[in-house]
T-cell receptor, first 109, second 117 residues
Framework: TQLLEQSPQFLSIQEGENLTVYCNSSSVFSSLQWYRQEPGEGPVLLVTVVTGGEVKKLKRLTFQFGDARKDSSLHITAAQPGDTGLYLCAGVKGNKLVFGAGTILRVKS | NAGVTQTPKFRVLKTGQSMTLLCAQDMNHEYMYWYRQDPGMGLRLIHYSVGEGTTAKGEVPDGYNVSRLKKQNFLLGLESAAPSQTSVYFC????????????????FGPGTRLTVL
């Protein structure tokens, strides 16, 4: 059972375009994390959002946590080829993570 | 620091064979995890450990066993491999901390790609 639904599953865009990835759940999480994974490597943490309504910015990436702490979004401004990868959201439940299925992002130059 | 390392990187097994995957971390982390990653399904938790000598089942534990005899090592065993266990396996570790705090980041190894024929 996938507790976290990510959309879209796959995104192919041109360099310079903006995009948003969504992560939705019917469950409430104490916090939510976003990871990025490159081929042949393990996921690496980008950000943790903790408070409902919280917005965090990491250069061209903006992360938002829903008011009810059930959903989150990742917005990338002016995407670059270096942003290509698999983006995973993960809900924190105690000391465990529940992962979404991921969004494969391909940015073409 | 090497972080989290996994051995081996690749392995091919025949149905019914057994093997052990080794995970080692040099960050003195309390928690360690084993996940499997399959296309379109994200990462699913197999087993985890909250400290030396302790283990617990995750979301998909059937067909796997684990041991944490030393704090820095977490072993994942397949007693009788099946084609359904073909996957990429990731180990992760985490420091002790509250769920929303800065110590809740999981650090992942590079993965082991396992094929069961």
């Amino acid at each position: 059972t996938q507790l976290l639904e990510q959309s879209p599953q796959f995104l192919s865009i041109q360099e310079g375009e903006n995009l948003t990835v969504y992560c939705n759940s019917s469950s409430v999480f104490s916090s939510l994390q976003w990871y990025r994974q490159e081929p042949g490597e393990g996921p690496v943490l980008l950000v943790t959002v903790v408070t409902g309504g919280e917005v965090k910015k990491l250069k061209r990436l903006t992360f938002q946590f829903g008011d009810a702490r059930k959903d989150s979004s990742l917005h990338i401004t002016a995407a670059q080829p270096g942003d290509t990868g698999l983006y995973l959201c993960a809900g924190v439940k105690g000391n465990k993570l529940v992962f979404g299925a991921g969004t494969i992002l391909r940015v073409k130059s | 620091n090497a972080g989290v390392t996994q051995t081996p990187k690749f392995r091919v097994l025949k149905t019914g064979q057994s093997m052990t995957l080794l995970c080692a971390q040099d960050m003195n982390h309390e928690y360690m995890y084993w996940y499997r990653q399959d296309p379109g399904m994200g990462l699913r938790l197999i087993h985890y450990s909250v400290g030396e000598g302790t283990t617990a089942k995750g979301e998909v534990p059937d067909g796997y066993n684990v041991s944490r005899l030393k704090k820095q090592n977490f072993l994942l065993g397949l007693e009788s491999a099946a084609p359904s266990q073909t996957s990429v396996y990731f180990c992760a570790s985490k420091n002790y901390g509250t769920s929303g705090g800065p110590n809740n980041e999981q650090f992942f190894g590079p993965g082991t790609r396992l094929t069961v024929l």
